[in-house]
């Protein structure tokens, strides 16, 4: 088992540009979770989707959009990139409800010029 | 707003020191608190605490929770360098999917 995967692991951006952040995870989970991580900020959740077909926002939604294409797979938009989306992107997935462990991925950072 | 407040922010201590790690929360309808350590990378979980003065135990970790007073601790008995990362605490409420992070404490141990 892969746990949870993340692609790519580096990106840099110019402002303006788009691009897809890829999850992926193989344990069978049901809820997948978008955080970014910036210093002195803990993690923070952008989207989160409880359920394969189902998407709802968090603390800091604007400027992404996801999509959860199946079970397997969560993936994070950003349109039009910004300067302040430079952050350490983070995916995590949890079995079900009840089941309170999050697993990580191993992270994306972004850099936006 | 649900809030989780971690102190100190930062912490460095010799090696074989005791620390406590804090963890205050305000969360609506509360359901869980959840305690991870961050390495170079991606959280690792540590413990999950639901219920008050029930202390959960890993080595020389340790956690418990008071949900009168809101707050958490995260013990760590005589600390190597391998100790040495940011910890982090999050609350979560019923009927919710979302968790709420505190910004971590950094831990460092010194040799």
């Known amino acids: 088992n892969a746990g949870v995967t993340q692609t790519p692991k580096f990106q840099v951006l110019k402002t303006g540009q788009s691009m897809t952040l890829q999850c992926a995870q193989d344990?069978?989970?049901?809820?997948m979770y978008w955080y970014r991580q910036d210093p002195g900020m803990g993690l923070r959740l952008i989207y989160y989707?409880?359920?394969?077909?189902?998407?709802d926002k968090g603390e800091v939604p604007n400027g992404y959009n996801v999509s959860r294409l199946n079970k397997r797979e969560f993936s994070l938009r950003l349109e039009s990139a910004a300067p302040s989306q430079t952050s350490v992107y983070f995916c995590?997935?949890?079995?079900?409800?009840?089941?309170?462990?999050?697993?990580f991925g191993p992270g994306t950072r972004l850099l936006v010029l | 707003e649900d809030k989780v407040v971690q102190s100190p922010l930062s912490l460095v201590v010799h090696e074989g020191d005791t620390v406590t790690l804090n963890c205050s929360y305000e969360?609506?309808?509360?359901?869980?608190l959840l305690w991870y350590k961050q390495e170079k990378k991606a959280p690792t979980f540590l413990f999950m605490l639901?219920?008050?003065?029930i202390e959960k135990k890993s080595g020389r970790l340790s956690s418990i929770l008071d949900k009168k007073e809101l707050f958490s601790i995260l013990n760590i008995t005589a600390t190597q360098t391998g100790d040495s990362a940011v910890y982090l605490c999050?609350?979560?409420?019923?009927?919710?999917?979302?968790?709420?992070f505190g910004t971590g404490t950094r831990l460092k141990v010194l040799a």
């Open positions: 995590a997935s949890r079995a079900l409800q009840g089941q309170e462990t999050q697993y």
């Open positions: 344990m069978n989970h049901n809820s």
């Open positions: 989707s409880a359920s394969e077909g189902t998407t």
């Open positions: 969360v609506t309808n509360f359901r869980s």
């Open positions: 639901t219920s008050s003065g």
């Open positions: 999050a609350g979560a409420g019923s009927g919710t999917y979302k968790y709420i």
